[in-house]
């Protein structure tokens, strides 16, 4: 059997090594893979020298650690080293961590390997954009949110040629936004389909990971900034309410989702006659209400809701209060984090709208004015944000040069403009 026949999907290492000489010479795409082809160009296209030496200042120190903190990926590290950069180590490889932006913020594993690969800065703070790198694994999957591998001469930079690489991107199990990209990267065996497969298990399971602290109420605000609540109601981004009391968890239909909405923004209190203003413009007789009111009673934990007027006699705290927490005290990547999508987006309720409207606006304005890159992927990269101009603009100005967003940010840009 002939050695230089494809393995995995790729090329021999001196096909692809010819493969890349032919591209670099004359834009020849016939040997390559084509997510292989594509990066090339994209990576070309923005100037990159493939045979220069690969220079950049990575961010360090207080600004490295700040932009480790306040990543929603922070508090997954613990399970990424358990389920990967342990057994990576011991395999003689590295494991990496970057934003959605394309910011390396952990590069852990081989002691050994961490060392040769700073040569090509490849380690915490530096950016690992096409623009800036060329082809790499966590780059282009950034840039395609796509898992991807690449080996070997597959890397448009000269300097990286030696690597191999399998990566995935990372994304919000609520609202689809990419959180950043999860790299395995080592010798050959870092591309191997095993690796690739691992790394994908991996993230699967860190996203399993974020829903389960939401749903166990792992975003609760900190213990020093509220009282424990035996009731916690969780109204974004869903059609309908969710009642945690104690052990037990109960979804409500629309309209007693609305009721218990209104409720919970009004400590003091609601008559029936301000019930039905909030939950409609049109005239509702007030029996009909008090109806919904009694069968609304009967679904809930015994003594929760009182009457003279209708409130919540037991302490409760809802997801909305929680952004709300986070902003008062400036902490908007926090508030991104809570920040699951509209208030029960399918609502007509006239009470239920101002809180929806008002609460995304204070959302988008603060992102706006917090001047982050990676927060403005976060918060636009998804349902209630994909449509809106001015934060894919300012995602646009404030993104680094060479990150891996950048092409598909303005293509972002130019389609909501009508170019």
């Known amino acids: 059997m002939p050695t230089d026949r494809p393995?995995?999907?790729?090329?021999?290492?001196?096909?692809?090594?010819?493969?890349?000489?032919?591209?670099?010479?004359?834009?020849?795409?016939?040997?390559?893979?084509?997510?292989?082809?594509?990066?090339?160009?994209?990576?070309?296209?923005?100037?990159?020298?493939?045979?220069?030496?690969?220079?950049?200042?990575?961010?360090?120190?207080?600004?490295?650690?700040?932009?480790?903190?306040?990543?929603?990926?922070?508090?997954?590290?613990?399970?990424?080293?358990?389920?990967?950069?342990?057994?990576?180590?011991?395999?003689?490889?590295?494991?990496?961590?970057?934003?959605?932006?394309?910011?390396?913020?952990?590069?852990?594993?081989?002691?050994?390997?961490?060392?040769?690969?700073?040569?090509?800065?490849?380690?915490?703070?530096?950016?690992?954009?096409?623009?800036?790198?060329?082809?790499?694994?966590?780059?282009?999957?950034?840039?395609?949110?796509?898992?991807?591998?690449?080996?070997?001469?597959?890397?448009?930079?000269?300097?990286?040629?030696?690597?191999?690489?399998?990566?995935?991107?990372i994304h919000d199990p609520d609202t689809g936004a990419m959180l950043g990209a999860l790299d395995l990267t080592g010798g050959d065996v870092a591309a191997g389909p095993q690796s690739l497969a691992l790394v994908s298990a991996t993230v699967a399971a860190v996203e399993a990971q974020l829903r389960l602290q939401r749903l166990s109420s792992g975003l609760a605000v900190p213990q020093d900034l509220q009282r424990p609540a035996p009731h916690r109601l969780d109204v974004l981004g869903a059609g309908h309410a969710t009642l945690a009391s104690g052990d037990s968890v109960r979804r409500f239909g629309l309209r007693h989702s609305e009721l218990l909405l209104l409720l919970a923004e009004t400590p003091g209190g609601l008559t029936a006659d301000q019930l039905a203003i909030g939950l409609s413009d049109d005239d509702r007789p007030s029996v009909t209400l008090r109806a919904e009111i009694s069968r609304l009673r009967g679904l809930l934990p015994p003594g929760l809701l009182a009457s003279r007027p209708y409130r919540f006699?037991?302490?409760?705290?809802?997801?909305?209060?929680?952004?709300?927490?986070?902003?008062?005290?400036?902490?908007?990547?926090?508030?991104?984090?809570?920040?699951?999508?509209?208030?029960?987006?399918?609502?007509?309720?006239?009470?239920?709208?101002?809180?929806?409207?008002?609460?995304?606006?204070?959302?988008?304005?603060?992102?706006?004015?917090?001047?982050?890159?990676?927060?403005?992927?976060?918060?636009a990269d998804t349902a209630f944000g994909r449509d809106d101009l001015q934060l894919w603009e300012a995602a646009e100005l404030l993104m680094a040069p060479g990150s891996p967003r950048q092409e598909s940010v303005s293509e972002r840009v130019r389609g909501l403009r009508g170019v």
């Open 313 to 379: 006699a037991g302490q409760l705290r809802t997801d909305v209060q929680e952004v709300r927490d986070c902003l008062d005290r400036g902490d908007v990547a926090a508030a991104v984090s809570r920040y699951r999508g509209a208030v029960l987006p399918d609502s007509e309720a006239p009470g239920v709208i101002q809180l929806r409207d008002q609460l995304h606006a204070r959302m988008r304005n603060s992102v706006l004015a917090h001047g982050d890159s990676d927060l403005l992927l976060r918060f």
């Open 7 to 169: 393995t995995h999907g790729f090329a021999p290492r001196d096909v692809a090594e010819e493969a890349r000489a032919a591209f670099l010479e004359h834009g020849d795409p016939a040997a390559v893979r084509p997510v292989v082809f594509e990066s090339w160009v994209r990576s070309m296209t923005d100037g990159l020298d493939p045979e220069a030496e690969l220079e950049q200042v990575p961010l360090a120190g207080d600004d490295l650690s700040a932009l480790r903190e306040r990543h929603p990926l922070a508090e997954l590290m613990p399970l990424i080293r358990s389920l990967l950069t342990e057994s990576a180590a011991e395999a003689g490889l590295l494991v990496a961590v970057s934003d959605a932006a394309g910011r390396l913020l952990w590069v852990e594993g081989d002691e050994a390997l961490r060392a040769r690969a700073e040569g090509m800065l490849f380690l915490p703070g530096a950016d690992w954009a096409e623009r800036v790198v060329g082809t790499n694994a966590p780059g282009t999957a950034l840039a395609t949110g796509r898992p991807v591998r690449i080996r070997g001469a597959e890397h448009l930079a000269r300097q990286v040629t030696p690597w191999s690489c399998s990566a995935a991107p």
